[in-house]
């Protein structure tokens, strides 16, 4: 189960307060809300990703201490953002990209997971498509076999068709590995079809 | 108000080794007081054709065919003539993610001010139709959310009272509320006698405000008709699948993955990922010349 309880978070001033969410295996949460709510504040805190400032964060059990770049437990999360051309170095291919957290070259297997083939692999983030390179991101979160996947409004450069298709691999790998899923949208449609249940943020107060 | 007719347009990118065949004999005519949408996956040749209508390519791409606003031949003018008569006049531009757009050390009202001063506009009224309000305009645009850098860059394209407004997945991003209050400002737009041309990925957006859906696959429009029609009963297999891929549809995802652009097939582009294809579909198939037209030897 991967657990925030009683997050409070924000940059300077808290953006959230006192929101908690759990995340069982298996399962997959929406989480909804307008712009402004703090859902990739909820997202970034939950992939240890941001210090909350207070509240605690559990993965399976285990408390998490260390909100730092090398945290141990970071492994057990996967994370797709929202734009996939700031999220991958310009300068690897997207065979590097996936192969980055794995430390070799091999990433067939993952590759044919979301369905890239050869010649896209030897390509650099210029030189494909948005949703080539979501695959690619999605294939690099999934290398070291994450318990627990958020996804920050991943489809939202996405056509119709590669958003389904990126839900169906992430639902096969669930099957496969009993992983937990946080899906943040603003997709109100997407969610109702694509998560068990959805947790709305409300708007924040105004400023 | 004239007319814009994009006939026969192509535009290559001559890479080392290659050639990128980004958009293919492309033809669409948009009248004043319509909206068309143009509607494919990223990396279908969209933003090609608009880049194209107003002189935004790069030194290497090369066009042909022809794009015609009333007397003016858009793919030939200069750079000068461009500046000077077309672009913030005649054809606005609402550019993809306007936030990375707009100038980082300039408040939104002083970039607003020098579109005004030299496009001979109406800050203030621009402003004003835009939907913001005279204290967003006093902001940095790291200060503004992202509907209202929206909504700066609408006013930017409104400003020069263009009668085409041109704008580039102008709802990615933004929360349907936004999205839907910006597609109603479109709307107005074209109430008014304006023309819109949208840029999209989203069948949702595209449905909410066009009257025409032109369906682009690997650089080709190979579906184009009232939006109804072609969000509902689609005849190309490509718009077909993609209707159905919508979350509140079947949700499946089209099979396989869009041809290399550098690497087209000879025939239908479209025909290694399509379910009806035979050996006919290796000639590549014309569109048809009727009201709701399908570039397709087998269509639905």
Redesign the interface.
Known sequence: MLTGTDITAGYRSAVISGVSLTVRPGRTVGLAGPSGSGKSTLARVLALLHKPFSGTVEIDGETVTGFRFKAAQRTRIGVLFQQPRLSVDPRFTLRQAIAEPLGHQEVGELADLVMLTGDLLDRRPHEVSDGQLQRACLARALALNPRYLICDEMTTMLDASTTAALVGVIRAYQARTNAGVLAISHDATLLDRWADETVRLSAPPPR | MVNLEIDRVSVRFALKGATVEAVNDVSLRIRPGECVALV?????GKTVLASALLGFLPGNAETSGSARLGDVELLEATDHELATTIRGRQIGLVPQSPASHLTPVRTARSQLAEAARVLGGDAAKAAERAGLEPEHLDRYPHEL???MAQRVANALALVGDPWLLIADEPT???????VDGLLDEFRRLVDDGHAVLLIT?D??AAHRIADRIAVMYAGRIVEVGPAHEVLDSARHPYSR???N????RE????P???P?LTDLPDGCAFAPRCSRATAICEDRPVLTDDPHAVACHRPC
């Open positions: 494919g996956e990223s990396g279908c959310s992202g509907g990615t991003g933004l929360d349907r509320d936004l990925h069948l949702a699948g993609l209707a891929a919508l979350p509140e949700f499946l995802p089209i396989g993955q869009p290399l």
